[in-house]
Nanobody, 115 residues
């Protein structure tokens, strides 16, 4: 089994920042691409950001310039730095990893942006 555990979510005011972390029980050096997804109530899950081992990144248009995905292979950890947060960013955020073409997901961490 592959276990993914997210942390770092919480309540933050608009314009604030949060950093999400995802610790994986397997070497992420073996995973070509890592990603963060989010799902708001009543909405579909969407890709927020992804990053390959070679450093290629992909971002949802609405978070470009505000969010940054990074990965530390020595710690088997993936991060999502979120700046200039908006109320529209409120959602449950999920970490995703792929091994041998199979996807694994974390339990999710709640991010609430409100004044």
């Amino acid at each position: 089994q592959v276990q993914l555990v997210e942390s770092g979510g919480g309540l933050v005011q608009p314009g604030g920042s949060l950093r999400l972390s995802c610790v994986i029980s397997r070497s992420i050096a073996s995973s070509y691409v890592m990603g963060w997804y989010r799902q708001a109530p009543g909405k579909q899950r969407e890709l927020v950001a992804s990053r390959t081992t070679s450093g290629i990144t992909n971002y949802l248009d609405s978070v470009k310039g505000r969010f940054t995905i990074s990965r530390d292979d020595t710690k088997n950890t993936v991060y999502l730095q979120m700046n200039s947060l908006k109320t529209e960013d409120t959602a449950v955020y999920y970490c995703n990893a792929a091994y041998g073409g199979r996807n694994f997901w974390g339990q999710g961490t709640q991010v609430t942006v409100s004044s």
